[in-house]
């Protein structure tokens, strides 16, 4: 069975300080993850993969197979960063499992 | 253009009725998903399809039903609509192998 833990339901953070949201998974294989953005009033869309290695919007995230994590982070968060933030995993099934989602409110 | 296309947006029903929720994709992709979602709350999925004829129940338990007789076009059903089945109900495709998901604009379902 596959699984994706996200611990925090809501995260609060000050406009320019660090932002880090935490995705844990559960995959016997070779999982492929994701961060998933859904902003106020608009579709769930992709923010970033791990296999692409790249950095979008500023965020960034690394696949660590040893401790089963995909966390998400940002050095200096902005405004417009406040959204709900989901991390999905696809099996060898290519069945997309998403988290339980954390929104993240940036304070100006 | 290619797009993910759900209609409609917003439905309000009486109990007991039937209801279809439509999705089509125009990017010829084999893999459709539908979930479904509080506002605000975690995706559930409750079908998916690797292509024509193949469909599959998701991790969240649903009375509603699916088909997929053609490759751009996944409905899903609901014989008998219950207060209990008011939510949004979110559609996706990709294509086949390891790369995004595109999602609807989502149809958000009350029933009363």
């Known amino acids: 069975a596959q699984r994706v833990t996200q611990p925090e339901k809501l995260l609060s953070v000050f406009k320019g300080a660090p932002v880090e949201l935490k995705c844990n998974y559960s995959y016997s294989g070779s999982p492929e993850l994701f961060w998933y953005v859904q902003y106020s009033r608009q579709r769930l869309q992709l923010l970033l993969r791990?296999?692409s290695r790249e950095s979008i919007k500023g965020f960034t995230a690394d696949l660590n197979k040893g401790e089963t994590s995909f966390h998400l982070k940002k050095p200096f968060a902005q405004e417009e960063d406040s959204a709900m933030y989901y991390c999905?995993?696809?099996?060898?099934?290519?069945?997309?499992?998403f988290g339980t989602g954390t929104r993240l409110t940036i304070i100006p | 253009e290619a797009d993910i296309y759900q209609t409609p947006r917003y439905l309000v029903i009486g109990t007991g009725k039937k209801i279809t929720l439509e999705c089509s994709q125009t990017?010829?992709?084999?893999?459709m998903y539908w979930y479904q979602q509080d506002p605000g709350m975690e995706l559930h999925l409750i079908h998916y399809s690797y292509g024509v004829n193949s469909t599959e129940k998701g991790d969240l338990s649903s009375e509603s039903t699916v088909s997929r007789i053609r490759t751009e076009h996944f409905p899903l059903t609901l014989e008998s609509a219950r207060p209990s089945h008011t939510s949004q109900y979110l559609c996706?495709?990709?294509?086949?192998?390891?790369?995004?998901?595109?999602f609807g604009q989502g149809t958000r379902l009350t029933v009363v």
């Open positions: 791990h296999i």
């Open positions: 990017m010829g992709h084999d893999k």
């Open positions: 999905a995993l696809r099996g060898g099934n290519e069945k997309l499992t």
């Open positions: 996706a495709s990709s294509e086949a192998g390891f790369t995004e998901a595109f």
